[in-house]
């Protein structure tokens, strides 16, 4: 490496490592191979940045997303070409539907070869371009720290996303003149401006009108940091609040104002409001189907409040009758102002029958689970039981499935960044890598990776990077021995024919034993098939912190998550629990 007196003369592959360091990144998560073999000799000589050697490239994906949700910082993973970079596809996916900011490095073959099916070639640009913010190929050396700096820039403004950047190996070898701060080159790329007063001051005046509001939290309130701002709007307002999958924290469950998780698997208040409200205020959530059911029956009589900072989601699924482009970060505080500077022309207002209503609707429709008939514990105990033991300050982390909704449903969530999954995109596999990425991201918290059997065998192999790099996580397996969800819907919809949904087909058989797993992956584990033992178990697994644990639970493959509005059909038809539809009129 030379230097002058203002910029160093490096390898391209040097200086993706001096841009890293400069932008401040400490942790990334990668796989080498021919294509970025250039990058990572350098890498190895860093001292700024820590790389953790992942066993599948899906799984550095997925813990550059958790780290990500549990710091609100960038996360960082570097690919190999073709199958490394295909590989990764998925993460970057589902960081793209759960506004993850996550940057990707990948290498490429070399500039000349590009078009020529060369080894391990893939166009993973083009592959990218639907699944990311925006991807970047890299042929000149010279504007390797422009690109990757740019690729930050993108990842955590505006809406947070995933952004590629594919580096040929030609690049990464060439030299080239290095100099920090780059120029950053984004035509037409406007991050939301400063949110309209006059909207603001109209979405106050609506709040202040309602007779029956409702605050409809989503992910995008985590990921502005504005939730202190959130709860400000809840006392200024008394409104009931509601919080989606990816909203899971931003409001405490144990405020009285919070209903829980509204749309497909919600509790019966939070359904029940959004449909009976006659003003919405949604802050950063997107009208997903899984929360609105059928659209045209969703909230008839609501006018709706919308704050987003990305404008393509205003009036998407939804028309918004008050429209706000902005980030919650600068809206929440203007409108929390206005509605005080009007709460003092306003002598009349009164939500003691709304509320009425709703804690009627709370005290008839709590939340609960029926007895397993076949003497098999039930997750939903399993997990409430967690959620006691190792309490709130906990970092929860899901796979897809009937255990992601329970642990919605029966943990406790009362802080923000305490709550992982994979929402928009359903990712089997997530929970693992994930989990990892947060325990990296915050080694000082408690991280427990709630996933289901199912969900744990497509990435469990992380576990060996997690013994390897001192990444103590917890593993909460809940244990059917099916694909719950897809078999729940097979019995309430397939007339109760089981296709393809049983991993065991021999009762008593278990494939693999996974105690036996995680003790091959250098973890300490245990199985565990008696309620009588759970708490035992859990302290247990709080207690060690020199390696990974999991506990292996065996529960009910019967057990079914409740309450379900099906798919297609208005939030109205919501089950509180099978063929048991809830009354409306409680207040009658």
Known sequence: MKTTAETQTMTGAQAIVASLE???????????????????????????????????????????????????????????SGPGATNILTALADANMDSVPMVVISGQVGASLIGTDAFQEADIVGASMPLTKHAFLVTDPQEIPARIAEAFHLAQTGRPGPVLVDI????????????????????????????????????????????????????????????????????????????????????????????????????????GALQRADVIVALGARFDDRVTGRVDSFAPRARVVHIDIDAVEISKIRYADVPIVGDLAQALPMLNREINEQLKDVSTRNLAGWWRYLNRLRDKYPMGWPEPEDSMMAPQDVLQRLSKIAGPEAVYVTGVGQHQMWAAQFIQHDNPRHFLSSSGLGTMGYCIPSAMGAKVGAPDKVVWAIDGDGSFQMTNQELATCTINNIPIKVCLINNSVLGMVRQWQSLFYGK????????????????????????????????????????????????????????????????VWPMVAAGVSNDEINYARGMAPDWDVED
Not at 546 to 557: A, G, N, Q, T, Y
Request: with cysteine.
């Open 168 to 271: 040929t190996k030609s690049a990464q070898g060439a030299e080239m003149e290095f100099s920090w701060p780059p120029k950053m080159e984004l035509p037409g790329y406007r991050p939301a401006a400063k949110p309209h007063k006059k909207q603001i001051k109209t979405a106050a005046t609506t709040i202040l009108e309602a007779e029956a509001p409702v605050l409809y939290v989503g992910g995008g309130m985590i990921r502005s940091n504005a939730t202190a701002e959130l709860a400000k709007l809840v006392e200024l307002t008394d409104a009931p609040v509601v919080t989606t999958l990816t909203a899971r924290g931003a409001f405490p469950d144990s405020d009285r104002h919070n209903l829980g998780m509204p749309g497909m698997h919600g509790t019966v208040p939070a359904v």
């Open 22 to 80: 400069a932008l401040g990144v400490t942790d990334v998560f990668g796989m080498p191979g021919g294509a970025i073999l250039h990058l990572y000799d350098p890498l190895m000589a860093s001292t700024k940045i820590r790389h953790i050697l992942v066993r599948h490239e899906q799984g550095a994906g997925h813990a550059a997303e958790g780290y990500a949700l549990a710091t609100g910082k960038v996360g960082c993973a570097i690919v190999t």
């Open 497 to 560: 024919r089981y296709s393809n949904t049983t991993l065991n087909p021999v009762d008593g058989e278990q494939i693999p034993n996974f105690e036996m797993l995680a003790n091959a992956y250098g973890a300490a584990a245990r199985t565990v098939r008696s309620i009588d033992e759970v708490d035992e178990a859990i302290e247990w697994a709080m207690s060690i912190n020199d390696r990974p644990v999991l506990i292996d639970f065996r529960v009910s493959k019967d057990s079914m």
